[in-house]
């Protein structure tokens, strides 16, 4: 497989998943990190304007995703400013999938203006802290994803985890990469990088068993004070989750040099 995606070079906006977007809960459905990923391709294409960057992005999955064609489409919905011209620092771009079946997967991303030149901001106050990299962990059996089957979007991505794993319930901190890209022909963006490592968040923490439960997120909310640097974005997971059936994830984001964010999922739980 050369990547997730592959754009289908006869219809502009349409993308052929390949079976490495397939994910845990059933094999005709793919994983979240995929499309949420697909979705953060699809807004850096649409309309970019050089200076802004995307600095959060809520992603809803309105169902299982199909591992079928997806017709992406984006526009910018709204925009505002602190200054006199409407637009010219704060924008709304709102991105939906399409499968046979309807909407699937929906984004809403807030565009900002880069500061220029960079704010004087105190040292003191910048978000600091790191956790071991990715170099000091020895990939092991507990590193392996929790799935019979061999190819999947589990089998695109890198694990190693600092403390916690799959099967061992509780928080985690593991690092994660993309071995392949996300569209063909086209190198991960740190913001996809980004998107495909947090949907993680409710698999790394896990506090049910994976063989007896079902714990989907039904959204992903991940909001960027800075984009990641390298190929590889650490997870600092935790799950918390409720006898109604309703649970979160909440993950500290990380690259090598530090913070970079936070993502949070809101789950369903349930029996298998």
Request: hydrophobic share 40%; with cysteine.
């Amino acid at each position: 497989m050369i990547a997730c995606y592959l754009p289908d070079p006869a219809t502009p906006g349409l993308f052929h998943p390949t079976e490495l977007t397939r994910g845990p809960w059933s094999p005709d459905a793919q994983h979240g990190g995929a499309p949420s990923a697909l979705l953060g391709y699809v807004i850096e294409q649409h309309e970019p304007r050089p200076g802004f960057r995307v600095a959060r992005i809520t992603i809803d999955m309105l169902g299982p995703v199909p591992l079928s064609p997806l017709r992406a489409q984006a526009r910018v919905v709204r925009a505002e400013a602190r200054v006199a011209r409407p637009g010219r620092e704060v924008e709304v771009v709102e991105a939906t999938l399409d499968s046979d079946r309807g909407p699937v997967v929906r984004a809403t991303a807030w565009r900002l203006r880069r500061a220029e030149p960079e704010l004087p901001i105190p040292a003191e106050v910048l978000p600091t802290g790191t956790r071991p990299g990715p170099d000091t962990v020895t990939p092991g059996p507990q590193h392996r994803f929790p799935s019979d089957r061999a190819v999947g979007f589990h089998s695109g991505v890198e694990y190693r985890f600092v403390s916690g794993a799959f099967l061992s319930p509780g928080p985690a901190v593991c690092w994660i990469r993309l071995r392949q890209p996300i569209v063909a022909g086209v190198a991960p963006s740190p913001l996809q990088r980004a998107l495909a490592a947090a949907d993680f968040g409710n698999g790394v923490s896990s506090v049910l068993p994976w063989d007896g439960y079902f714990f989907i997120n039904t959204d992903l909310t991940v909001t960027l004070h800075r984009d990641p640097v390298g190929e590889w974005v650490c997870l600092d997971a935790m799950t918390a989750p409720d006898p109604s059936g309703i649970g979160s994830a909440e993950s500290r984001l990380f690259d090598e040099r530090g913070p970079i964010g936070r993502g949070t999922q809101t789950l369903l739980l349930g029996t298998r």
